[in-house]
């Protein structure tokens, strides 16, 4: 991974990779993901819920089909990248992972954007996380 001047971070996304995708952990969608998603594959709310999302009392997260961790992922990559739920949007400025280099250095063994791209700032990096931290409040 490149050196990175202090107080700020490389991502950048690479074309084609999977790779968060594929790792074990649910999916959460806002309510507002779910009204997107559900236009953008021209469903009702009600619809798209009762097919994909399984529901709590505070979060909504998509049901697992068998091993498939995700079930918008197809080989070509994410079926509703335009409208994708907002902690896929967001990865990695997670905040757990802006938060700490330890986390940071270790979620980077896996992605391969991370330590590619322009340099960003570790304050608009944490805005970032701030909107995780809207998006699903009972998480952090
Ligand atoms: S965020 Fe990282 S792991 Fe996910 S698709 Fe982009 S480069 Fe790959
Ligand atoms: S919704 Fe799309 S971006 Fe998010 S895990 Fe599923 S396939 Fe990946």
């Known amino acids: 991974m490149p050196e990175t001047p202090d107080g700020f ?3 950048e996304c690479q074309r084609g990779c999977v790779k968060c995708c594929e790792r074990e ?8 993901d779910l009204r997107n998603a559900a236009e953008h594959l021209k469903m009702t709310a009600k619809a ?3 097919k994909y999302i399984y529901r709590t009392r505070h979060q909504r997260r998509l049901r697992k089909l068998g091993k498939q961790q995700c079930v918008f992922l197809t080989p070509e990559g994410c079926s509703i990248h335009d409208v ?15 938060a700490s280099t330890r986390e940071w250095n270790s979620t980077a063994k896996w992605c391969p954007g991370i330590g590619q791209g322009p340099l ?8 970032a996380a701030d909107e995780m931290h809207e998006a699903y409040p009972t998480f952090f």
């Open 9 to 11: 971070l490389r991502f």
């Open 25 to 32: 952990g649910y999916v959460y969608f806002t309510e507002a």
């Open 48 to 50: 798209f819920e009762k």
């Open 84 to 98: 994708k739920p907002t902690q896929c949007r967001l990865f990695p400025f997670w905040p757990t992972l802006v």
């Open 120 to 127: 960003i700032q570790i304050g608009s990096a944490m805005e």
